[in-house]
């Protein structure tokens, strides 16, 4: 692990800035994590990550290499400049203590992606109510083409891959080691990341 390298212990979230100009790698250093990421403008909270508005303009779910992630307002926040895995999710919300009570009723119940992303952006003005669908980075999640049913199978990212992210505003970003057992290939691992300045 390189100097510039910072932990997201497993099943735990943070937040920080990232200025414009900026990039973002976030790394599976084991394989199979997932980390959610969701984006803020620094300067106006209330402008926001948006999966309606990037998927429209994407006109695919499959998000990877050169394309941009906008905000509520239609405003790019983050290019994907580069990606080893191609296979994200940006369909499902953080998974939340709910999310355990529905799908795994026999396991001890976690707070998970939402709790965590709530603590840390809570001192930057950001209430759970302002957490949407996540940029759910290495998430595996195909649909059914004919049917639309969904499903969440273990992340095919291997040990060391990586998705860079640029910022295009000045931004709050808030990460995730999921702790959701389907989403993860049934153990939790820590999440990587670094930011290079731009
Ligand atoms: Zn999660």
Do not use: W
Request: glycine content about 10%; charged content about 20%; aromatic content about 8%.
């Amino acid at each position: 692990m390189t100097p510039d390298v910072t932990v997201i212990p497993e099943r735990s979230g943070t937040a920080f800035r990232l200025s414009k100009g900026a990039a973002l790698t976030v790394i599976d250093p084991n394989g199979e994590q997932v980390a959610d990421l969701l984006a803020y403008n620094a300067d106006d909270v209330g402008e926001v990550i948006s999966s309606g508005r990037t998927l429209d303009y994407a006109e695919t779910i499959r998000l990877t290499t050169g394309d941009k992630l906008y905000s509520n307002r239609s405003r790019p926040m983050l290019t994907i400049v580069a990606d080893d895995v191609g296979r994200h999710d940006f369909l499902l919300t953080p998974c939340s203590i709910d999310t355990f009570l529905h799908f795994y009723p026999d396991l001890p119940p976690h707070r998970g992606c939402f709790g965590n992303l709530a603590e840390a952006l809570e001192p930057y003005g950001i209430g759970p109510d302002q957490i949407p669908v996540a940029f759910n980075c290495f998430m595996n999640v195909p649909v059914d083409g004919e049917t639309g049913k969904l499903r969440v199978l273990p992340p095919t990212s291997k040990a060391g891959d990586t998705i860079t992210l640029r910022a295009e505003m000045d931004l709050i970003i808030g990460l995730t080691a999921c702790s959701a057992p389907d989403s993860n290939g049934g153990s939790f691992k820590p999440i990587h990341y670094k930011i290079d300045a731009g």
